[in-house]
T-cell receptor
Framework: DAKTTQPTSMDCAEGRAANLPCNHS???????VYWYRQIHSQGPQYIIH???NNETNEMASLIITEDRKSSTLILPHATLRDTAVYYC????????????FGTGTRLTVIP | DVKVTQSSRYLVKRTGEKVFLECVQD?????MFWYRQDPGLGLRLIYF???????EKGDIPEGYSVSREKKERFSLILESASTNQTSMYLC??????????????FGPGTRLLVL
């Protein structure tokens, strides 16, 4: 199973871009990279996912390196409501639909 | 928007009680999941179901059972609650896909305290 490594915590000034890194050096060719976040006392919220190409949606952008061994989630204009724990997840098993959540990165957006 | 609801946000039970946690989703998803979340351990999968009346054990099924009689509803049962089952319980659902890509949608969670 591919594992992910993320920094334990990060700070970001309000209005600036937040760049959250993730290493997944053992990712295999058919595994996707997912990002979720969890705001305090709430369930995890899906943000974005990708396989090889960079992806963008209304919440964030996902940049995946060419060798797919790492990725970066970008929140272009962080707000106080983006303060949360961000999880980088690599899909573990095809068919079993299991998502392995690690300990994530605690992002604090500072006014 | 996908909506996953859980019957209670907070629950206090006594050791030995039978506990039912209910989860309902409104998007006709085939797959449903129960996780528990504990500090420092992240989310751990207890059970999941990919169809009505079907269930599969996750990583930590001991002490739990599940029931899926209807597609939209997935219940987690603690037959005899113990203090080490004090935790945040999260339900999720996802549509069936033939490929590797999948998005799970989570409920708000139930914080269970067993005394």
């Amino acid at each position: 199973d591919a594992k992910t490594t993320q920094p334990t915590s990060m700070d970001c000034a309000e209005g600036r871009a937040a760049n959250l890194p993730c290493n997944h050096s053992t990712i295999s060719g058919n595994e996707y990279v997912y990002w979720y976040r969890q705001i305090h006392s709430q369930g995890p919220q899906y943000i974005i996912h990708g396989l090889k190409n960079n992806e963008t949606n209304e919440m964030a952008s996902l940049i995946i390196t060419e060798d797919r061994k790492s990725s970066t989630l970008i929140l272009p204009h962080a707000t106080l409501r983006d303060t949360a724990v961000y999880y980088c997840i690599v899909r573990v098993r095809t068919g079993a639909n299991n998502l392995f959540f690690g300990t994530g990165t605690r992002l604090t957006v500072i006014p | 928007d996908v909506k996953v609801t859980q019957s209670s946000r907070y629950l206090v039970k006594r050791t030995g009680e039978k506990v039912f946690l209910e989860c309902v989703q409104d998007m006709d998803h085939e797959n449903m999941f129960w996780y528990r979340q504990d500090p420092g351990l992240g989310l751990r999968l207890i059970y999941f179901s990919y169809d009505v009346k079907m269930k599969e054990k996750g990583d930590i099924p001991e002490g739990y059972s599940v029931s899926r009689e209807k597609k939209e509803r997935f219940s987690l049962i603690l037959e005899s609650a113990s203090t080490n089952q004090t935790s945040m319980y999260l339900c999720a659902s996802s549509p069936w896909t033939s490929g590797s890509a999948e998005t799970q949608y989570f409920g708000p969670g139930t914080r269970l305290l067993v005394l």
